[in-house]
């Protein structure tokens, strides 16, 4: 793998993940990949519901973004001061694995 390829990674529920470092909140956090509770997809501004699932892919202005819910270990503040926060929605380049427990996929972006 060259330098300038970035590993993408696919998660499946139960799959151990930690929360970047380069990410702006929640940095080095672990939790596990799941499925938002009852009521998230009513609030969500985008209209993009998780409809059951793990995961949804929304718009941004490079192009689909996969986010994945992840309910925290322990509950964090975000960068605003707001919170504790449970559980929250992460895109999939803020978060990474964490083995021996995740059982997804990896491909290689350029």
Do not use: C
């Not at 596990?32 to 969500?44: A, E, M, N, S």
């Not at 985008?46 to 973004?65: L, Q, T």
């Amino acid at each position: 793998m060259a330098s300038e390829d970035i590993p993408i990674y696919t998660y499946d529920i139960g799959d151990r993940v930690r929360i970047s470092t380069k990410f702006t909140w929640a940095r080095g956090a672990t939790g596990t990949v799941d499925i938002p509770p009852v009521g998230v997809d009513d609030i969500l501004v985008d209209d993009i519901a998780y409809e059951g699932r793990h995961r949804r892919i929304v718009s941004g202005r490079k192009g689909p973004i996969e986010m994945y819910w992840v309910v925290s270990d322990e509950p964090q503040i975000d960068a605003d001061g707001d919170g504790p926060y449970a559980e929250a929605e992460f895109a999939v380049d803020e978060i990474e694995p964490i083995a021996p427990n995740w059982h997804g996929t990896t491909a290689v972006q350029n």
